[in-house]
């Protein structure tokens, strides 16, 4: 059966015209473009999804590497839809056993809250999130210890393995990065409100939008080439890019958290979804590269790229 790979930056304030120059916008409008046009010819019968999480579906009270989503729903945050998901519960079911054979312990859930981070490139690329039956994996990208880029891989493998024994044309796909610095908190340094949310404590709406307010306000000072956020990275953009067009798994394998953060900001961990998504489409065979696209948006506080590839 056919595969295709589907990777995607994210950011809550994509798109916003009034934090990035025009020019930017509809580059970044036109490289959506290219990847819907990708999904509708590949008709998936399923989608396997790498994504991280920013402490609204997972947090410390117990914080898993990976996890399998058998039923999902999304959390609604940043103006994206709450809703149920369409998850293919056998599907997941199935594709959790191989991978716990292929000794990648990873958790599982029936009530997998996803956000921001795994529906909105579903929602730029189509309005809605619901459009295809899917499997949802997260990824720890936020929140140490991490898992190491070299388990990410192997997990990613395992998926592909499943995929190429479940008679279906499934579409391998991740959201996240690239170089960006959302100024993530961390626990040992964090404020007890902060802390207590990290931990587990459910946000109220007015936190929420307070939360998102204050987002705003540092993407605002980042377009201006000010405030706390460290600048982009366009360089390790293309560096990574580069790696993963050619499956070069030796170097991304001895990539660590810690020097990804220290080049390339506190959010762009979310590259282990990538490697995962990409070593499942690299599993199957050799594949081509259709779409690879990169715009630096420090607005939107992000190296946005799109990766898209299909097998051959």
Not at 188 to 216: D, N, W
Not at 287 to 312: L, N
Request: aromatic residues 8%; hydrophobic residues 50%; charged residues 20%.
């Amino acid at each position: 059966m056919p595969f295709a790979l589907a990777c995607a930056s994210h950011s809550p304030v994509m798109l916003d015209g009034t934090l990035a120059e025009e020019a930017v916008c509809a580059a970044v409008r036109a490289s959506f473009d290219r990847m819907r046009a990708l999904v509708e010819a590949f008709e998936p019968d399923l989608i396997v999804q790498f994504s991280p999480d920013h402490f609204h579906g997972f947090s410390y009270a117990l914080m898993p590497s990976f996890c399998v989503g058998a039923e999902a729903r999304s959390y609604g945050d940043w103006s994206t839809r709450a809703e149920a998901l369409p998850v293919d519960k056998a599907s997941a079911l199935a594709l959790l056993d191989a991978v716990r054979a292929a000794d990648i312990d990873a958790a599982l859930s029936y009530d997998m809250v996803v956000d921001h981070g795994f529906v909105q490139l579903w929602e730029m690329l189509f309005g809605r999130a619901d459009l295809y039956p899917l499997v949802p994996i997260f990824v720890n990208c936020a929140a140490p210890p991490l898992p190491t880029y070299r388990r990410a891989r192997l997990l990613g493998e395992a998926v592909g393995r499943f995929a190429s024994s479940s008679g279906k044309r499934i579409l391998f796909a991740a959201s996240g990065g690239l170089s960006h610095d959302p100024l993530v908190p961390r626990i040992e340094t964090a404020p007890p409100e902060v802390r207590s949310r990290l931990i587990g404590a459910k946000m109220t709406a007015e936190q929420q939008a307070e939360r998102e307010g204050r987002i705003a306000t540092v993407a605002a000072a980042a377009a201006k080439g000010e405030g706390p956020v460290r600048p982009l990275n366009p360089g390790w953009d293309a560096e990574v890019l580069d790696l993963l067009e050619r499956q070069d798994w030796a170097t991304l394998d001895a990539f660590t958290a810690e020097q990804v953060d220290e080049v390339a900001g506190s959010g762009a961990n979310e590259l282990l979804a990538w490697v995962a998504a990409t070593a499942a489409m690299a599993s199957e065979g050799p594949f081509e590269v259709v779409q690879r696209d990169y715009a630096p948006a420090p607005g939107w506080i992000a190296g946005v790229a799109h990766f898209s590839a299909r097998s051959v």
